[in-house]
């Protein structure tokens, strides 16, 4: 028979004569492969695998941050933002570059089949497939002849995902029309099915031709206006050509574009134009595609894959430290095996045998939590959250990734032990049993408790890991919102995207007002053009008559609402008045503003009767709005953000409108209005789909939801690491206590009482704590500095977090050496040495 599947049989009939101590090895294995499985799932999905296009290694993201005048719109740093005429000139000049292309996501009502539902998509400029490489699956993709004239190409390409949930994967869908945002689209392809955009966690469902703007997004054009900012560009280089060489050859085309656009700025000062004409074009990579979400969710990820990279090692460390003693017991075994002609090189082989066998069976189990873990961790987003579109799943990459860290982690709990039995010496093994084995185990002894050391060390960095995440959310459940979110539901409508007139809007705003609040229970109700904590805003420029300030300190955030905007979401009014439906196109220009705008603009003097407008270029703008009220600072974007001006316009003095965002303040729990809210917008229109009906207590929870995850997994992590080094320190104490029995018998003959004996025993639990938390304390700053930027009120070098952490890991060491301290102390001196 074949040596190796001799000795293979060889380890599953040790496996399988020992269950006690082999499920405990499969399960703390299976805990910490799958743990590490279910990470790298996500973080593999969101900051590694590429896009699935044609050599995305050459895709770059443009951006130019510095100086701009005029409106800019973006989901990301604002300096990603380029104006359509920019584009032009840049994809007509730049020689760079094989392709650039350009992308705008909007919101798309489509009516289909009888059904109109809320949708993703996305504006894209006629070389978008070619310059990408991406293929149709069915009928065509666009192409630049389908991009030459504004608003003459009413054409769409599905998404391959989108066209099976919505057309159940029908054929005959190419050819057919849709009626987007109320205008009739002829569907010319369907996209590969690999393909759902460039930007991770933002699936598009359709694509458009950008130069049909104008009817995709309601009154807001913008394809003229080189002052407009709302355009995503991203750029295939050249072959052979470096990113650093393509930007500086970039620059002089750059300088020159900006130039022209010079003539068209007003009210500057020559020091901010100069400026303005030094922006600088820089080129990314952008082989993952587009980094919103990563950059918001990057760090956090790493931070896990980070922890439970730490909770596998102190897993491997305590199986090391049991296979060591469980080899301390085979001592005789091995050594009657080499004296009867058996190899080192076979001893070695079988033991690592063993050790794979354990892994194997780990490793599958470990498959099966992290599907587990996996889909309970994207189950806790909405869903219509960016990470849970993304499709993460247990793939080939995964399935490669765990057997990979199945290997090594057989190879790290396994080659010590394995090493140790492979060099025993046969004639000293079997001459050592009875007297001889206390000795032959002090090696072992030592062994595990440097492992167990190590095992202090890695759960301190865990558990003050886990101490800054529980003291950063705390922190944010402790902010002052500014606002009652208690009995208070919400729900957004795009009644433009379904053709509707400003005024008509308008006139619905009012009217479904005016019905939520005549529903039961429903003390107040209002309507608002953006929603609150939802990581939305709006804002510009402000200038006021008289002050001037630079472009950063005269931003202010701004937001259409409707009467009874304050009484509902529960914002104090403190002096003045709220806005009323009298405040319409007729009336004067009004604004409600919160302390923070009065103290920037208006310092020292009563804001209540002063005049700024929005944007404007300069300060000989006319301040044309009047403020007359002022409430208190409120949260309007999220939770963690800073007090910043912010001015309430009136919804009634006519914008561009698109989304309305309503709220009503119920008596009893507002969840059981939903159906109720559902009726009262069908009556209106039947075919106006409602988006985002929820609570506004559960919007606040969602908008936490990344931080009380991150607090939960780092405190389970803790936890379990915390766990594993109790149960390695018992183990490696009980294994001393046995292996000292004799010389505990021996003291107390000598008249060493049980608390002497206890001391003896926790002494070795003192040098663990002492030498664990000199190493793990250094280590557990550097990674609070590692994770600083992304916890809130919480310093890295938080004394109170780190004695914390070093006063749990005492209790968890004094918890799991004193039952060993104790059992020494009841020692029976005589029946120790007579066994002796």
Same mark, same amino acid.
């Given at each position: 028979m074949n040596p190796w599947l001799q000795d293979l049989r060889y380890a599953v009939r040790t496996f399988t004569k020992s269950p006690g101590f082999s499920a405990v090895a499969v399960l703390t294995l299976a805990l910490g492969i799958g743990a590490n499985a279910a990470i790298f799932a996500l973080v593999d999905r969101v900051l590694i695998r590429p896009l699935p296009v044609r050599e995305p290694e050459r895709l770059v993201l443009l951006r130019s941050p510095g100086p701009s005048q005029g409106n800019t719109w973006s989901d990301d740093d604002e300096a990603t933002s380029f104006s359509y005429p920019m584009y032009r000139d840049l994809a007509e000049r730049a020689t760079v570059f094989d392709g650039l292309i350009g992308e705008l996501p909007f919101q798309a009502s489509v009516a289909a089949r009888g059904e109109t539902e809320t949708s993703a998509g996305e504006l894209v400029t006629g070389n978008y497939f070619s310059v990408l490489g991406?293929?149709?699956?069915?009928?065509? *993709?666009?192409?630049?002849?389908?991009?030459?004239?504004?608003?003459?190409?009413?054409?769409?390409? &599905?998404?391959?995902?989108? @066209?099976?949930?919505?057309?159940?994967?029908?054929?005959?869908? *190419?050819?057919?029309? &849709?009626?987007?945002?109320?205008?009739?689209?002829?569907?010319?392809?369907?996209?590969?099915?690999?393909?759902?955009? %460039?930007?991770?966690?933002?699936?598009?469902? =359709? /694509?458009?031709?950008?130069?049909?703007?104008?009817?995709?997004?309601?009154? @807001?054009?913008?394809?003229?206006?080189?002052?407009?900012? @709302?355009?995503?560009?991203?750029?295939?280089?050249?072959?052979?050509?470096? =990113?650093?060489?393509?930007?500086? $050859?970039?620059?002089?085309?750059?300088?020159?574009?900006?130039?022209?656009?010079l003539p068209r700025i007003t009210g500057w000062s020559d020091v901010r134009k100069r400026e303005f004409l030094n922006r600088r074009l820089e080129l990314q990579p952008g082989t993952r595609g587009r980094r919103v979400l990563q950059d918001g969710i990057g760090t956090p990820l790493l931070s896990l894959m980070a922890m439970v990279g730490l909770v596998l090692l102190i897993a491997c460390s305590n199986l090391a430290g049991l296979l060591a003693a469980r080899g301390a017991a085979r001592q005789r075994e091995y050594g009657i095996r080499l004296a009867i002609g058996a190899s080192r090189s076979q001893l070695l082989r079988q033991s690592l045998l063993e050790c794979l066998v354990y892994a194997v069976i780990g490793g599958g189990l470990g498959l099966l939590t992290a599907q587990w873990a996996l889909q309970a961790f994207l189950g806790a987003f909405p869903a219509d959250d960016g990470l849970r579109q993304m499709g993460v799943a247990i793939d080939p990459r995964v399935l490669l990734f765990a057997g990979a860290v199945s290997l090594i982690a057989a190879l790290l709990f396994g080659a010590a032990p394995s090493w140790r039995a492979a060099r025993l010496d046969p004639a000293k093994t079997i001459r050592g049993q009875g007297r001889g084995s206390a000795s032959a185990g002090s090696d072992v002894i030592r062994f595990r408790q440097w492992l167990v050391t190590g095992q202090v060390a890695l759960t301190l960095i865990l558990l003050v890991a886990a101490g800054l995440f529980v003291q950063s959310l705390r922190n944010l459940w402790r902010v002052d919102l500014g606002l009652r979110p208690d009995h208070v539901i919400g729900f957004s409508v795009s009644p433009a995207l379904n053709g509707y007139s400003t005024e008509r809007s308008l006139a619905l705003a009012r009217q479904l007002a005016d019905d939520l609040r005549a529903l039961p229970g429903v003390r107040s109700a209002t309507v608002a053009q953006i929603s609150t904590l939802t990581g939305n805003d709006s804002g510009g420029n402000v200038t006021v008559a008289g002050l001037a300030l630079g472009p950063e300190a005269s931003h202010s955030r701004r937001n259409r609402i409707g009467p009874d905007y304050f009484v509902t979401l529960g914002i104090p009014l403190l002096s003045g008045r709220a806005i009323a439906w009298t405040d319409d196109a007729s009336a004067p220009k009004v604004a409600v503003v919160n302390q923070t705008f009065a103290k920037t603009f208006f310092p020292g003097v009563n804001a209540i009767g002063q005049r700024f407008v929005f944007g404007g270029g300069g300060l000989?703008?006319?301040?044309?709005?009047? %403020?007359?009220?002022? *409430?208190?600072?409120?949260?309007?974007?999220?939770?963690?953000?800073?007090?910043?001006?912010?001015?309430?316009?009136? +919804?009634?003095?006519?914008?561009?409108?698109?989304? +309305?965002?309503?709220?009503?303040?119920?008596?009893?729990?507002?969840?059981? +209005? $939903? !159906?109720?809210?559902?009726?009262v917008v069908r009556r209106r229109d039947p075919q106006l789909p409602v988006d985002d009906l929820k609570t506004l207590s559960s919007q606040v929870e969602e908008s936490l939801l990344t931080d009380r995850l991150m607090m939960l997994l780092s405190a389970a992590f803790g936890a379990l690491a915390a766990l594993l080094a109790a149960l390695g320190i018992y183990g490696v104490l009980s294994f001393a206590v046995a292996a000292r029995r004799s010389e505990i018998g021996v003291r107390m003959a000598l008249g060493a009482d049980p608390a002497a004996v206890r001391r003896l025993v926790l002494g070795d639990v003192?040098?663990?704590? +002492? *030498?664990?938390? $000199?190493?793990? &304390?250094?280590?557990?700053?550097?990674?609070?500095?590692?994770?600083? !930027?992304? &916890? /809130?009120?919480?310093?890295?070098?938080?004394?109170? %977090? /780190?004695? /914390?952490?070093?006063?749990l890991m005492v209790v968890v060491a004094l918890a799991a050496g004193w039952p060993p301290a104790a059992r020494a102390a009841r020692t029976d001196a005589l029946d120790a040495l007579r066994s002796e």
């Open positions: 991406v293929p149709p699956a069915l009928g065509r *993709v666009l192409t630049a002849d389908d991009d030459r004239s504004a608003g003459g190409h009413p054409l769409t390409v &599905l998404s391959h995902a989108y @066209w099976r949930r919505r057309f159940g994967s029908d054929p005959t869908v *190419v050819g057919q029309t &849709l009626r987007v945002n109320d205008q009739v689209l002829t569907v010319v392809g369907v996209a590969a099915a690999s393909f759902e955009g %460039i930007q991770a966690g933002r699936r598009a469902d =359709l /694509f458009v031709p950008m130069t049909m703007k104008a009817q995709m997004t309601p009154g @807001w054009n913008g394809l003229d206006d080189p002052k407009s900012y @709302w355009l995503q560009m991203v750029g295939r280089l050249k072959p052979g050509l470096s =990113l650093p060489a393509a930007q500086r $050859a970039l620059a002089p085309t750059y300088r020159a574009l900006l130039a022209g656009v000989e703008a006319a301040p044309d709005t009047e %403020i007359v009220g002022i *409430v208190a600072d409120s949260k309007g974007s999220q939770v963690s953000e800073k007090a910043v001006p912010y001015a309430y316009l009136s +919804l009634n003095q006519p914008a561009r409108l698109v989304e +309305l965002t309503f709220y009503a303040r119920t008596k009893q729990d507002p969840a059981s +209005l $939903a !159906s109720a809210v559902r009726e003192a040098r663990f704590l +002492l *030498v664990g938390l $000199a190493v793990g &304390l250094p280590c557990a700053y550097a990674l609070a500095r590692a994770i600083e !930027s992304i &916890l /809130f009120g919480v310093r890295a070098n938080d004394p109170s %977090i /780190f004695a /914390f952490g070093a006063a």
